[in-house]
């Protein structure tokens, strides 16, 4: 019996070893969460505006534009619920922030889960989706990034292809070693305008907004963050990233028209802003596919959003001047 656990020791440390080992490699890898998490709170006492969303915001929304020292934090198939968690996270962190443009896109209203990414996400920012991540996901990188992918952030390091991944799918997100500037990475191949491409890109988000029920509980969650920044004398601005003409065609109208009416209630209950692009006409080579901008399209969209801040702004300063002279008057 010795001999056979001798054998069985033997036999069981390399495994080990070499689990440890991934394990190891796994936590170290430079995922964009992690990237932006660190340009982050690095920069965190300059921050003055900041940029959540999906990816339409992660590739529409070019802080390098905007007077304003802004921050982009957003992320592929990031949703509303994220977008609140990270940014209450790191509230403190952030004394000199003013403004923070929440992207309200086609489907953000009609999802929280992000799926695999709730798992990316709680590795960069340490917020498990609605505490349900199990606790074999909580405790390890090898079983929380599942063999395929692990494999596959493994294989990059070894042959030392830490490259820009310019793909069509950009819901697979491997941005390992990214020039982020500011959390900023543009799009800058396409423009992918298949006509099956943009209407199988339709489908897929008219799949989730009619399959959703969660519509309610997003929308009250978003007033709750709102309501939150306001406190904390903040200026939310909500606002939607263009898409392409013929690819809008595709999705549902009573979806859209329904969205419309939503931003609007929540406009008029919170007393904010809404700045929408969606429609915004922009010539195909403004555009990486269907409902992503390229870089020079992030440029020129953001170019006129920091217009509107500025005006924003200019307002600010009049008003504070406002209320110290009313306030020397009345002593």
Known sequence: MRLFFKRFLFFLIPILLVLGVAELFLRHVPTSYKIKKAQLTANS????????????????????????????????????????????????????????????????????????????????????????????????????YKGALSLEFMKRSFQKKYKIIRSVDVDFDLDLDHPYEKGFVGKVNGPYLAEKDMRDRAAFFNDIVHSSDERESVIADLENFIDTLKGRNITPILITLPCYGPYRAYLDKKVVEQNTIDIQAICSKEQVRYWDYFTMPLDSNYFYNSD????????????DVNRRIEELEKARQVASVVRKVAAVVRK
């Open 45 to 144: 006492w300059n921050i003055e505006l900041l940029i959540l969303g999906n990816s339409h915001a992660t590739y529409g929304l070019d802080p390098r534009q905007f007077s304003l020292n802004a921050f982009n934090i957003a992320s592929v198939n990031q949703s509303l619920y994220f977008d609140k968690r990270i940014t209450l996270k790191y509230l403190d962190e952030l004394p000199r922030l003013k403004y923070v443009l929440i992207s309200v896109d086609y489907h953000s209203l009609y999802f929280s889960d992000e799926g695999f990414r709730d798992t990316w996400s709680y590795y960069g920012y340490g917020i498990d989706y609605k505490h349900s991540l199990p606790i074999a996901t909580r405790l390890s990188y090898l079983y929380g």
């Open 292 to 303: 992503h901008v390229n870089e020079k399209g992030a440029k020129t969209v953001t170019t």
